[in-house]
């Protein structure tokens, strides 16, 4: 059946009919998307993906009246395939000045959160054994180019600090060679070990947003503020217990969240959400 202009409305109506379906799919697409995007920039914020890092040498009592090794670099390589140059005291270290648990800082630096898998040291060109002789150059094959590299397995966590502790053994490390030279075959041991603790939470709503902390044990005070998704973090913690206080964006109050929070060495302490009213 047609109007008076030749139209047939039956046909309009299934023409506008099809119109709306396919306007509908479209929009129910771009608000999906706008949806999917949302989300994705409300995923929490990572708070920290480092740790810090000390390297420190110490050594046996040997029999010689010095043994000088001269350190110029020092690399860290992770298993994720990170390679990290810490900052080093370059400089000649008598290993017999750190013997009987002494020991020295010897480089410093924030590394990938993974597992420690290399330790290289990159030596100079001033080393020397010193009897009762006198002085005597100590050859280093490759040390000056490949470095002297320790295979090590140290997992690590964010937040909390570590040391690795290289203890030379002077009187295996030292070979006495035919022409009485001496020649530095280095027998190490390494030892992994945590200093701190650390401290991890998350302050809900996002209208107490951005929320200072507080940690509190005994006199001394520590302070931290939220990121964009609420992370916060307290790192190299000494052990010990800890009040948490959460101060919030107005009109939101001030929350004693914890007065008895316990941060134990190596580990960080998850206190997960803190809901601000």
């Known amino acids: 059946m047609f109007n008076s202009k030749g139209i047939n409305p039956k046909l309009n109506i299934y023409k506008l009919m099809r119109t709306t379906k396919i306007l509908t799919l479209l929009l129910t697409a771009v608000c999906e998307s706008f949806i999917l995007s949302c989300t994705k920039d409300k995923e929490p914020v990572a708070v920290n993906s480092t740790t810090p890092f000390e390297l420190r040498m110490t050594d046996a009592p040997a029999n010689f009246n ?34 009987n648990g002494v020991d020295s800082l010897i480089a410093s630096g924030n590394i990938p959160t993974s597992t420690v898998s290399q330790v290289r040291l990159i030596l100079g060109n001033n080393n020397s054994v010193v009897d009762s002789n006198g002085v005597h150059s100590l050859d280093t094959p490759s040390a000056q180019e490949s470095g002297l590299k320790l295979n090590v397995h140290a997992e690590l966590q964010a937040g909390v600090t570590y040391y690795m502790l290289i203890d ?17 075959k280095p027998v190490i041991r390494v030892i992994t070990q945590a200093i701190s603790g650390s401290i991890h939470g998350t302050v809900s709503p996002a209208s107490a947003l951005p929320a200072t902390i507080l940690a509190i044990n005994g006199n001394d005070t520590i302070t931290t503020t939220t990121d964009a998704a609420g992370n916060f973090l307290f790192q190299v913690m000494a052990v010990g217990t800890y009040t948490i206080v959460v101060i919030p964006q107005p009109p939101h109050l001030l929350v004693t969240y914890s007065v008895n929070v316990n941060v134990t060495l190596g580990q960080i302490t998850e206190l997960g959400i803190i809901p601000i009213p």
């Open 66 to 99: 010095a043994v000088n090794i001269d350190i110029q670099a020092v690399e860290v390589k992770t298993n994720n395939g990170a390679t990290v140059m810490l900052n080093v005291n370059q400089g000649v270290y008598n290993l017999l000045d750190f013997a």
């Open 168 to 184: 030379f053994d002077a009187n295996h490390s030292i070979l006495q060679t035919g022409n009485g030279q001496y020649k530095l």
